[in-house]
C-alpha cells in the first residue's frame, strides 16, 4: 500500500466486525426456528400415551391367571402384542419370573422410533 | 495513469454488500417456516383431552366394584350410551358455552378362535361424520373386556380378550 493514505483503517475493521456479527445474529434467528419445529415434532412423535396404554393393559393382564376358565391370561397378553402391532406399529413384549415373594414381569415396547423397557415388581 | 488511490475502500464497499446481502437472504429465508412448529400445539391439546375423556369413562364409580361403563359400552355396542357420556367431557368449557368437537370410534380386537386374525367394529360417532379430510388426532384406550365382539358368542369366546378402542378427534 504504498502511497496510500491508511488513516481510516480501524473504520474498516469496525465495518467487518458489526457486518458479521449481524451474520451471526442471523444465523441465530434462522437456526431458532429449526430448533422450535424439531422440538415440536419429537414431543408429537413421542408415543407417549400408546406406551403407557400398552403398559397399563400388560400390567392388569399381570393379575389375571390361567387356571380358571375364564381368566385367560395368556390370550389376552397374545392379543396385546397383535394389537400392538397391527394397529400401532409397535413390537410388544412381556416375561416375569418370580423369585422368592416378588414377582418381577418385564415390558418391552418399540416402534421403530421410540423404545421402552420396564420391570414391573410386583407385589 | 489511473490513480489507484480508492482501492481499498471499493474493497470494503463490495464486501459489506455482500454481508448484508446474504444476511438479509437468512433472515427472510427464516421467517418463512416458523408456522409447522405451532400446529402442533392445538393438536397436543386435543390428543390429552380426548385421552383424559376416555380415561374418565374407564373408570369406575368410586362405590361399585364391576366393569367401566367403557366396559359395558364395548360389550354391548352401546353406541347411545357412548354418544352420551363422550361428548359431556370432551365439550365441557368453562362457563354455559359448548365445545364442538366431533369424533368418530372404532374397536380393534383379535378375532377369536383365530391365531392373529383382526377385526374391527365402528362403535359410533358424532353427528358430523367422518369424510377423510379433517385434520383429526388419535386417542386410544386398551380395554380388557368379556365377550361381546361381532361373531362371539358367549360360549364361542369365554373369558377375557384385549381390545383398543381407537377414537378419531377433530375440531369441526
Given at each position: 500500500m504504498?502511497r496510500l493514505?491508511?488513516?481510516?483503517?480501524?473504520?474498516?475493521l469496525?465495518?467487518?466486525?458489526v457486518?458479521?456479527?449481524?451474520?451471526?445474529?442471523a444465523?441465530?434467528i434462522?437456526q431458532?426456528t429449526?430448533v422450535g419445529?424439531?422440538t415440536?415434532?419429537a414431543v408429537?412423535?413421542?408415543?407417549k400415551n400408546d406406551i403407557?396404554?400398552?403398559?397399563g393393559?400388560?400390567?392388569?393382564?399381570?393379575?389375571?391367571?390361567?387356571?380358571?376358565?375364564?381368566?385367560?391370561?395368556?390370550?389376552?397378553?397374545?392379543?396385546?402384542?397383535?394389537?400392538?402391532?397391527?394397529?400401532?406399529?409397535?413390537?410388544?413384549?412381556i416375561?416375569?419370573v418370580?423369585?422368592g415373594?416378588?414377582?418381577?414381569?418385564?415390558?418391552?415396547?418399540n416402534?421403530?422410533?421410540?423404545?421402552?423397557n420396564?420391570?414391573?415388581?410386583?407385589p | 495513469?489511473?490513480n489507484d488511490?480508492?482501492q481499498?475502500?471499493?474493497i470494503?464497499?463490495?464486501?459489506?454488500?455482500?454481508i448484508l446481502?446474504?444476511t438479509?437472504y437468512?433472515v427472510v429465508?427464516?421467517?418463512?417456516?416458523?408456522?409447522?412448529?405451532?400446529t402442533?400445539?392445538?393438536d397436543?391439546q386435543?390428543e390429552?383431552?380426548?385421552t383424559d375423556?376416555?380415561a374418565?369413562?374407564?373408570?369406575?364409580?368410586?362405590?361399585?366394584?364391576?366393569?367401566?361403563?367403557?366396559?359395558?359400552i364395548?360389550?354391548?355396542?352401546?353406541a347411545s350410551?357412548?354418544?352420551?357420556?363422550?361428548?359431556k367431557?370432551?365439550n365441557?368449557?368453562?362457563?354455559?358455552?359448548?365445545?364442538?368437537?366431533?369424533?368418530?370410534?372404532?374397536?380393534?380386537y383379535?378375532?377369536p378362535?383365530?391365531e392373529?386374525s383382526i377385526?374391527?367394529?365402528h362403535?359410533a360417532?358424532s353427528?358430523?361424520p367422518f369424510?377423510g379430510?379433517?385434520?383429526a388426532v388419535?386417542?386410544?384406550r386398551w380395554?380388557l373386556?368379556?365377550?361381546?365382539?361381532?361373531?362371539?358368542?358367549a360360549?364361542s369366546?369365554?373369558g377375557k380378550?384385549a381390545?383398543l378402542?381407537e377414537?378419531?378427534v377433530?375440531?369441526?
Open positions: 504504498a493514505n491508511d488513516d481510516a483503517q480501524w473504520i474498516v469496525m465495518g467487518f466486525i457486518s458479521f456479527s449481524l451474520f451471526f445474529l444465523i441465530l434462522n431458532s429449526v419445529q424439531t415440536a415434532e408429537s412423535e413421542f408415543p403407557r396404554g400398552v403398559r393393559a400388560l400390567i392388569e393382564s399381570t393379575l389375571l391367571d390361567d387356571e380358571s376358565l375364564f381368566q385367560n391370561k395368556t390370550t389376552v397378553q397374545d392379543e396385546i402384542k397383535i394389537l400392538a402391532l397391527s394397529r400401532q406399529n409397535a413390537v410388544v413384549n416375561s416375569s418370580t423369585i415373594e416378588y414377582t418381577y414381569t418385564e415390558i418391552h415396547y416402534n421403530g422410533v421410540t423404545g421402552y420396564e420391570t414391573y415388581t410386583y | 495513469m489511473v488511490r480508492g481499498l475502500y471499493t470494503e464497499g463490495i464486501a459489506a454488500a455482500l446481502l446474504v438479509a437468512f429465508n427464516s421467517t418463512s417456516v416458523y408456522t409447522p412448529g405451532d402442533h400445539i392445538s397436543m386435543l390429552v383431552l380426548g375423556a376416555l374418565m369413562m374407564d373408570t369406575m364409580p368410586n362405590t361399585t366394584v364391576g366393569k367401566s361403563p367403557l366396559r359395558q364395548v360389550e354391548q355396542d352401546d350410551r357412548f354418544n352420551t357420556l363422550f361428548p367431557t370432551i365441557a368449557r368453562t362457563g354455559g358455552m359448548q365445545d364442538d368437537v366431533q369424533y368418530t370410534v372404532n374397536v380393534t383379535v378375532v378362535n383365530t392373529s377385526g374391527s367394529f362403535l360417532n353427528s358430523r369424510t379430510t379433517e385434520h388419535r386417542v386410544s380395554v373386556v368379556e365377550g361381546g365382539f361381532p361373531g362371539c358368542s360360549t369366546c369365554q380378550h381390545a378402542v377414537v378419531l377433530w375440531r369441526d
